[in-house]
C-alpha cells in the first residue's frame, strides 16, 4: 500500500479499459490518499442514487405529518448534491474521514429515526448536520457553526437546533463503530439490527464504507468518468481482501438499505 | 452614531491629542476605494495596502502614546519629590502656598492623566471599528485575530502603564489630603528631630490670617501695619521680595481677606516682584486675582498702575490649563477687570488664543451667558465665526448659543459681522458632529430662534453631515408642534424620505409624538399632491442605496477564498418556541439606572481622585456574579437584572472605579431592609444611596430605581408542551447584505381563532371580578371604578341574582358573552371561567392604575385593602394583585383538566395589559399563557380626527404633564456642549415618566416588549394606518402585532398584522401553512 501514492492514480489505468472509453481512475486503497474531488463525485453518487430511489417510493407526493423531520425542506433546494457536497467540502475544509462518515450517518441515522428517509427534501440539511457533527466529532479542528450554516445556506439557529435534533436521535454515537447500531437503538424502541461486522476501529469502518462505494457507483455506464481501487479491476473488487479483515458484503448496511 | 463624526467632537474636547488620533476617515475612505476597484486587484493586494495603512496609523498612535506617557511620567515624579520635601517637614497647613499648588498640581495631573486614557480608549474602538468595517466589506474574519496580534500588543494598549500611574496620583492625593487634615500617616513618622520650622513668610500669613479673623475691621489697617514693620525688622535678607510676592499670591486666593487689606500690603511692601509666575500651576498674578472668587478689580487696578508690572508679557502668559487670564475673566463674567485687560494691545493678539479644552474667551462668556462681556470682546475684534476645518475641528459659538437657546446671544452674534461682510459664507457651519445651527434649534425645541436663524439667510431644507436629515427631522423626532409648524410655515418639505426612505410622519408616529402627528397630518391633508410634483426630493433616494449594495457584491466576485452566497428553502417545521422563561422559586431584581451620568449626584466642590468610568454591583452572594456598568451608561444597558434565591439576607455593595486603576473612589451598600422596607409601599421604587469615598467622607447620592419581581406564591400549573403557546419565527436570510431586507418575521404561533377581551381586576377586599369596563357609570358623566367597592357591598348591588352561573353557561357565542356582560355589568372571575363554555376562549386584560393615574388621575381610585394578608405584606400589592388572578385562572385549568375528555383542549387565553409593570410581572410568574401589551398612551379622536394622548387606561393627560417631559434642556456640561446626541433622547429619568414613554411610543414598547421576552403589542389600528412601515418594522423584532379598532363604523383592514382586536374581540389571522 505504500506505493500507492495518489498522483499514480490521477492518470487513467491502462490496466481496466473501460467499455465505453471514458476515462478510468484508479483510486487508493486507503480512503485517507482519496483525493477529495473523487471522494466528493463518488458520494453524490451514491447519494443520488439512494434519493432516487427513496422517491420514487413516495411518488404520491402526500407527506403525512408524521413523517416530517426537521430535516424536511419545504422545496427541493436546487442545488445538486454533487455541489452542495462540494461546496461543503471546499468552503468547510471537510475531510475525507467526514464525508466518509456522513455516509455512514445515514445508516445511523435511518435505524434509529426510521421516519427519516433520505431523500431530495432532506438530503441537503442532513448533509450539513452530518458533515458539522462529524467535524466535531472526528477533528481536532473545526470551523463555528456560524461558518458551516453560512455554507450551508440556513439560519445558524435552525443549524443548531439540527445540531441537537441529530445528536439526541443517534445517541450521540457519532464516532462511527460497528457496535454504534446496537447502542443507538437502545433509546429509540426500534427493533436491535442483525447488522454485525467484525470491524470495530474507526479507520476500518470507514474504509470499508469506501470500498462499498467505490464498487456500487464507481462504474455506473452513463457516466464519464469510472473509479476503481488501485491493484484490481472493478470485478474483482467484490472478493476484496485485506488481511486481518473479514468483509462480509451481503451484510453492509448500504446493500441493505437498497434493498428496503 | 457614526463613529467618524463622533471621533471628531471628542478629539476637540482632547485638543493636544487632535492630529494624533487614528485617522478613521481615510482608512474608511480606502475601504471603499478597495471595494469599489474590483477585478484590477486580488484580495491579497487590498489586504496588503490596507494593512500597511492600519499599520502606520498604529504607529504613529503608539509614538504619540509614548511620548505623552513619558512626560506624565517625568511630571509625576516632580511632584512626587515635592510632595515628600512637603511632608518632612514638621507640619503641612492647608493654607500653605506649597500644599495648595502642590494639590492643584496633582489634580490637574490627575485630569491629564484621564485624557490620555481618553485618546487610548478612543483609539481602541476607532481601530476595532474600522478592521470590523473591513472585516464587513472583505467578508473575512481578520478582525480577531489582527486585534490579538497586532494591535492589543501595542505599549498603548497595555493598559498597565497607565493603571500604575492612576493609582499613583490617586493615593498621593488621597495621602496629601489625609496630611492635611491632621490624621496621622504612620509611613511618614520620621525621624523627629529634624523639625524644620515652617519659613517666616508662613507665619506672617498664618499671623495675618488670624488677625483679619478676629481683629475689628475698624483698626485692623493699624494693627496690620505694626505687623508688617515687625516683619520687616525681622527679615531683611535678600528673596523677602520672593517670600512677600508669595505672600500675596497666597492672599488674593483667600477670601476672607479683602481688598482692602491686599491693597494696604502692596502698598506698604514696595519691592514686591509681580512678574512671578508660580512654577507649578503656570499662573501669575493676574491670574490669580481673575480666578479669585471675590472681585479684585481695586487690586488689579493697582498693581497695573504699578511701574514693575510686565504689559508685555504677563497678560498674554497661559497656565497649565492653556488659559489666559482672559478666559477666566470671559467665565467669571467680569465687565471692569476685562476692560483693564482689554487696554494692552498685545492682549488683542490672543484675544481668540484657546485653552486646553480648545475653547476662546468669546466661547466661555457665551457658555455662561455673560451678554456684556460677549459685547465688550466683539468690539475688540474677537472673531465670532472661526472657519471649521475637517483636520482640525474647532467650537462654533453660534451653534453653541443655539444650543443653549439664548436668543440674545445668537442675535449679537449674527448682528456682529454686519459690518464685514464677506464672513457671511461662515455664518452658518457644521459643527464637529455635522449639525448646523438651524439643525441644533430645531432637535432642542426652542422654535423662538427659528425665525431668527432663516431671517439671516439659513437654509431650510439643508441636510446635515450626521444622519443627512433636514432640521424637520430633528423637530418631529424631539416632538415640539410649534417648531414643526414653523419649520413648515417657512417652506420646509415635510415630505422628504431620508437614505432610510422614511419620512417625518414615520419619526412622529415611532417616537409617539402626538402633537407633531397632527401637524404633519394636517399638512398632508391639506396639500396632497402638491409637492410631489417637483420631485426634486422624491427622486434621490434610491440611487442612494444602491451603489453602496453594487461595490459590496462586486468584490466577492474576483476574490476565490469567500463563500458565495447560498441558501435552502426553509424548512417545513418552523423553529417553535415554547413558552418563555419564568421564575420558578427565585426572586427576580432589576435595577434601573439613569442614562449618562445621571445616576451619580456628586457634592458640588467635590474633587475626585479620578474620573468615575465604571460602576461595580457585587453581591454578598457566591453564586452571584458582580456586575459592570461602563460610565457613562447608555441607554441599551441601563439595567441589571439578576435572580437571587432570597432577598431576606442579600447585601448589595455599588462601587466607583475610575476606567483604569484599581483604586476604589467610592461605595454604597443597599441592605435587604432598605431594599424591601421601600418596596412594600410602593410598586416601582427610586432610592438614592449616600456615596462615601475612601476615607468615608459623603461625596455625594447614587440614584437609581429598582423593581423586585417575586415568583407565583402558590403552586405553579404543570407544563404540558401541549398547552403551552409556541410561536415561530422564519429567517428571511436571503440578502444578508442588505440590512433593510433582512427580517425574522413571527410566522405562525399557536394563537389561532378568536379571544372575548374582559377586563379583570379585584374588587376591594381582593376577589378577583370580570367586567366590560373597569367603571360604573352610575350616572352621565359619574364614573365610580367597580373596584372601590368589595365583594359584598358588590353582592348587594350587582350579583343578587342566583342565575349567573346558568346564565353564564347558557352563553353560546361571543355576541351572547357580551349581551350577559353588559347586562351584568360584572361577574366574578371564578364564576366566569368554570361556567363560560370552555370553547369560548377569552384575552384576559389585567386593569391595574398606572403610576401617572395614581398620582394624577380625576378619580379616586381606592388602593386594595386585604388585611393581614401574609403575603400583601411580604411583597407588596401589584404582586399580590396578580397572584391573585392567577390563581383563579389556575384553579379553573386544573379542575377542567380532570373533567374534560381526553382530545379536548381546555380553554384558549391570552394575558394582556395597559400597565407595563403588570406585563412583565405576568410573563415572569408563569410560562404557560402568553402575555401582550397593550400599547393604549395614543388614541383617534373621531370627532376631531386628531390623535391625542391617553393615559394607559383612557384619563386624560395633562397638557403640564407633558410640557414637563420636554423641559430640562437648560444646564449644559463642558462634555455636552457640543453633541446633541450625548443627551439620549430616551433617558430615564423616573418609572412615571418610563411608563408614559412606553404608553405611547411604538420604539419604546417595542423595546419593552423584546427586552422584557413579551409575546407581542397591541396597536392602535389608525396608528399603523397612518404609518404602514411600521408594521414591517414591529414584526421584524419577532413580535406578534395585533391592530386593536374601537370603531363601531366600518374600518379599514390592514394586512400583515398577525391580528386584529375589533372592540373586544380579537381575531389573529392563520397563517400556518403545515
Redesign the interface.
Known amino acids: 500500500m505504500d506505493n500507492n501514492s495518489s498522483e499514480v492514480f490521477s492518470v487513467s489505468n491502462p490496466g481496466s479499459p473501460s467499455k465505453t472509453g471514458a476515462p478510468s481512475i484508479v483510486l487508493p486503497v486507503e480512503f485517507i490518499h482519496c483525493p477529495r474531488d473523487h471522494l466528493v463525485v463518488l458520494l453524490a453518487r451514491i447519494l443520488q442514487s439512494l434519493v432516487d430511489m427513496n422517491d420514487s417510493m413516495t411518488e404520491s407526493k402526500q407527506i403525512h405529518t408524521q413523517k416530517l423531520t426537521r430535516f424536511h425542506s419545504r422545496a427541493p433546494p436546487n442545488i445538486s448534491i454533487e455541489h452542495y457536497l462540494g461546496r461543503l467540502a471546499q468552503y468547510s475544509y471537510l475531510e475525507n474521514s467526514i464525508l466518509l462518515t456522513a455516509v455512514y450517518y445515514i445508516d445511523l441515522l435511518s435505524l434509529s429515526y426510521p421516519v427519516f428517509s433520505l431523500n431530495s427534501l432532506t438530503v441537503h440539511r442532513f448533509l450539513l448536520t452530518a458533515t458539522t457533527i462529524a467535524a466535531k466529532g472526528l477533528c481536532d479542528s473545526f470551523c463555528s457553526n456560524t461558518h458551516y450554516a453560512k455554507v450551508g445556506g440556513i439560519h445558524v439557529s435552525e443549524l443548531n437546533i439540527l445540531e441537537v435534533e441529530f445528536l439526541n436521535k443517534v445517541n450521540w454515537r457519532i464516532v462511527p463503530r460497528d457496535f454504534n447500531h446496537e447502542t443507538v437503538c437502545i433509546r429509540s424502541a426500534s427493533p436491535v439490527s442483525e447488522i454485525k461486522l467484525s470491524v470495530s476501529a474507526t479507520n476500518d469502518v470507514l474504509d470499508m464504507y469506501y470500498y462499498r462505494t467505490i464498487m456500487l457507483v464507481g462504474k455506473i455506464d452513463d457516466l464519464a468518468v469510472n473509479y476503481c481501487l488501485a491493484g484490481r479491476s472493478l470485478s474483482e473488487s467484490g472478493s476484496l481482501k485485506r488481511p486481518g479483515n473479514e468483509m462480509d458484503w451481503t451484510s453492509c448496511s448500504l446493500s441493505s438499505k437498497r434493498n428496503r | 452614531m457614526k463613529f467618524g463624526k463622533y471621533l471628531a467632537t471628542r478629539s476637540l474636547e482632547l485638543p493636544e491629542y487632535s492630529g494624533h488620533f487614528i485617522n478613521y476617515k481615510a482608512l474608511k475612505k480606502l475601504i471603499n476605494q478597495l471595494a469599489i476597484q474590483d477585478d484590477s486587484l486580488s484580495l491579497q493586494d487590498k489586504k496588503g495596502s490596507f494593512f500597511f495603512k492600519v499599520e502606520r496609523e498604529l504607529e504613529k498612535v503608539n509614538e504619540f502614546y509614548l511620548e505623552k506617557q513619558s512626560e506624565l511620567r517625568i511630571k509625576l515624579d516632580i511632584l512626587m519629590m515635592k510632595k515628600n520635601k512637603l511632608f518632612n517637614q514638621s507640619s503641612v497647613e492647608k493654607s500653605s502656598i506649597d500644599f495648595i499648588s502642590l494639590y492643584e498640581s496633582l489634580k490637574k495631573f490627575s485630569s491629564d492623566l484621564d485624557r490620555l486614557q481618553q485618546f487610548v480608549e478612543l483609539n481602541e474602538a476607532g481601530f476595532t471599528k474600522v478592521l470590523k468595517k473591513w472585516d464587513k466589506r472583505s467578508k473575512s474574519t481578520t478582525k480577531e485575530l489582527y486585534l490579538s496580534i497586532a494591535v492589543n500588543v501595542q505599549p498603548v494598549f497595555h493598559r498597565n502603564e497607565i493603571i500604575e500611574l492612576s493609582d499613583l496620583v490617586a493615593t498621593n492625593l488621597l495621602e496629601l489630603e489625609a496630611q492635611a487634615d491632621g490624621d496621622v500617616i504612620i509611613r511618614y513618622e520620621k525621624q523627629a528631630t529634624k523639625a524644620i520650622p515652617s519659613s517666616k513668610s508662613d507665619r506672617l500669613f498664618d499671623q495675618l490670617i488670624f488677625m483679619i479673623k478676629t481683629v475689628d475691621p475698624s483698626v485692623i489697617l493699624e494693627k496690620l501695619t505694626k505687623l508688617f514693620q515687625s516683619f520687616l525688622d525681622e527679615n531683611n535678607s535678600d528673596n523677602i521680595s520672593f517670600k512677600l510676592s508669595n505672600l500675596l499670591y497666597l492672599l488674593t486666593l483667600n477670601e476672607n481677606v479683602s481688598n482692602e487689606i491686599i491693597l494696604h500690603f502692596i502698598n506698604f511692601f514696595s519691592n514686591l516682584n509681580f512678574s512671578m509666575v508660580d512654577d507649578l500651576t503656570g499662573r501669575n498674578f493676574l491670574h490669580q486675582l481673575v480666578i479669585s472668587k471675590v472681585d479684585r478689580y481695586p487690586v488689579l487696578d493697582q498693581i497695573v498702575r504699578n511701574p514693575d508690572f510686565d504689559p508685555s508679557t504677563l497678560p498674554v502668559i497661559k497656565d497649565f490649563n492653556g488659559r489666559t487670564p482672559l478666559h477666566y475673566v470671559a467665565e467669571a463674567g467680569n465687565l471692569n477687570t476685562l476692560q483693564l485687560l482689554l487696554q494692552y494691545t498685545n492682549i488683542k493678539l490672543v484675544i481668540d488664543a484657546l485653552d486646553g479644552n480648545s475653547m476662546c474667551a468669546l466661547l466661555l462668556a457665551v457658555i455662561n451667558r455673560h451678554i456684556d462681556i460677549l459685547q465688550l470682546l466683539l468690539a475688540n475684534g474677537s472673531n465670532p465665526f472661526p472657519t471649521q476645518s475637517e483636520v482640525q475641528p474647532v467650537y462654533l459659538p453660534l451653534n453653541i448659543a443655539c444650543q443653549l437657546g439664548d436668543e440674545e446671544i445668537v442675535k449679537i452674534l449674527l448682528s456682529s459681522t454686519k459690518h464685514s461682510e464677506n464672513q457671511l459664507n461662515n455664518f452658518f457651519q457644521c459643527n464637529a458632529e455635522g449639525l448646523l445651527p438651524l439643525h441644533i434649534v430645531a432637535s432642542l425645541g426652542n422654535h423662538n430662534l427659528i425665525t431668527l436663524l432663516l431671517d439671516h439667510g439659513a437654509d431650510v431644507n439643508q441636510l446635515d453631515k450626521l444622519n443627512k436629515w433636514t432640521p424637520m427631522f430633528y423637530a418631529v423626532i424631539q416632538g415640539n408642534p410649534q417648531t414643526v409648524e414653523l419649520l413648515i410655515a417657512n417652506g420646509a418639505d415635510f415630505k422628504l424620505r431620508d437614505d432610510d426612505n422614511l419620512d417625518p410622519l414615520y419619526y412622529a408616529v415611532l417616537e409617539g409624538n402626538v402633537y407633531v402627528m397632527n401637524v404633519l397630518l394636517k399638512y398632508l391633508k391639506d396639500e396632497p399632491d402638491k409637492k410631489l410634483t417637483p420631485s426634486k426630493s422624491q427622486g434621490p433616494e434610491k440611487p442612494h442605496l444602491t451603489p453602496s449594495v453594487l461595490s459590496i457584491s462586486s468584490v466577492p466576485s474576483s476574490v476565490t477564498d469567500l ?1 458565495p ?9 418552523p ?1 417553535r418556541k415554547y413558552g418563555h422563561n419564568f421564575l420558578e422559586k427565585k426572586i427576580f431584581l432589576k435595577f434601573n439606572f439613569f442614562t449618562a451620568r445621571d445616576s451619580l449626584k456628586i457634592n458640588p466642590d467635590t474633587f475626585l481622585t479620578s474620573v468615575p468610568g465604571r460602576l461595580t454591583v457585587s453581591f454578598n452572594k457566591d453564586d452571584l456574579i458582580p456586575r459592570n456598568l461602563i460610565l457613562p451608561i447608555s441607554s441599551k444597558e441601563n439595567t441589571i437584572a439578576l435572580q437571587v434565591d432570597s432577598l431576606d439576607d442579600i447585601m448589595i455593595d455599588f462601587e466607583l472605579y475610575p476606567t483604569f486603576g484599581t483604586r476604589l473612589i467610592a461605595k454604597s451598600t443597599l441592605s435587604a431592609s432598605l431594599l424591601l422596607s421601600r418596596y412594600n409601599k410602593e410598586t416601582d421604587v427610586y432610592i438614592s444611596l449616600p456615596l462615601f469615598d475612601v476615607r468615608l467622607r459623603n461625596i455625594g447620592q447614587l440614584q437609581f430605581s429598582y423593581q423586585v419581581i417575586f415568583p407565583y406564591s402558590g403552586k405553579p400549573l404543570e407544563i404540558s408542551i401541549y398547552e403551552t403557546y409556541w410561536k415561530s419565527t422564519n ?1 428571511q ?1 436571503s440578502q444578508q447584505l442588505v440590512k433593510s431586507t433582512y427580517f425574522s418575521f413571527v410566522t405562525a404561533s399557536s394563537l389561532s381563532g378568536q379571544y372575548y377581551r374582559v377586563k379583570v381586576f379585584l374588587s376591594h377586599d381582593g376577589i378577583p371580578l370580570v367586567a366590560p369596563e373597569w367603571y360604573l357609570e352610575l350616572a352621565p358623566n359619574l364614573r365610580v371604578p367597580i373596584s372601590n367597592f368589595t365583594y359584598s357591598q358588590l353582592k348587594v348591588m350587582l350579583l343578587h341574582n342566583h342565575d349567573i352561573p346558568e346564565r353564564t353557561a347558557n352563553v353560546k357565542d361571543f355576541k351572547q358573552l357580551e349581551i350577559l356582560l353588559d347586562q351584568l355589568k360584572c361577574i366574578p372571575l371564578q364564576v366566569l371561567l368554570e361556567n363560560l363554555p370552555i370553547n369560548l376562549s377569552i384575552d384576559l386584560e389585567i386593569f391595574y392604575p398606572t403610576l401617572y393615574e395614581l398620582t394624577f388621575a380625576d378619580l379616586p381610585l381606592a388602593r386594595l385593602n386585604v388585611k393581614g394578608n401574609e403575603l400583601i405584606l411580604k411583597t407588596n400589592e401589584i404582586n399580590y394583585y396578580t397572584d391573585t388572578i392567577l390563581t383563579t385562572v389556575f384553579d379553573h385549568v386544573r379542575s377542567s383538566r380532570q373533567t374534560i375528555q381526553h382530545d379536548q383542549k381546555t380553554r384558549s387565553m391570552i394575558f394582556s395589559s395597559s400597565n407595563p409593570s403588570i406585563c412583565t410581572i405576568l410573563n415572569w410568574k408563569q410560562p404557560n399563557y402568553p402575555v401582550l401589551f397593550n400599547m393604549s398612551g395614543v388614541v383617534f379622536d373621531d370627532e376631531e380626527k386628531t390623535f391625542k394622548y391617553v393615559s394607559a387606561n383612557g384619563f386624560p393627560i395633562l397638557e403640564d404633564f407633558e410640557r414637563t417631559l420636554t423641559k430640562d434642556r437648560s444646564n449644559i456640561k463642558l462634555d455636552n456642549i457640543d453633541s446633541i446626541n450625548k443627551k439620549e433622547s430616551n433617558s430615564y429619568t423616573d418609572e412615571l415618566v418610563n411608563q408614559h414613554c412606553i404608553s405611547k411610543s411604538i420604539k419604546q414598547a417595542v423595546f419593552f416588549a423584546t427586552s422584557n421576552n413579551l409575546l407581542g403589542i397591541i396597536v392602535s389600528n389608525q396608528l399603523l394606518k397612518v404609518c404602514p412601515r411600521l408594521i414591517e418594522d414591529i414584526r421584524s423584532r419577532g413580535l406578534i402585532l395585533v391592530a386593536s379598532e374601537n370603531n363601531k363604523t366600518p374600518y379599514d383592514i390592514i394586512d400583515d398584522v398577525n391580528g386584529l382586536r375589533l372592540n373586544d374581540i380579537l381575531t389573529f389571522q392563520d397563517d400556518i401553512d ?1
Not at chain 2, 452566497?565 to 417545521?573: A, F, K, Q, V, Y
Open positions: 463563500i452566497d447560498l441558501s435552502l428553502p426553509p424548512p417545513i417545521i423553529l429567517n436570510s403545515m
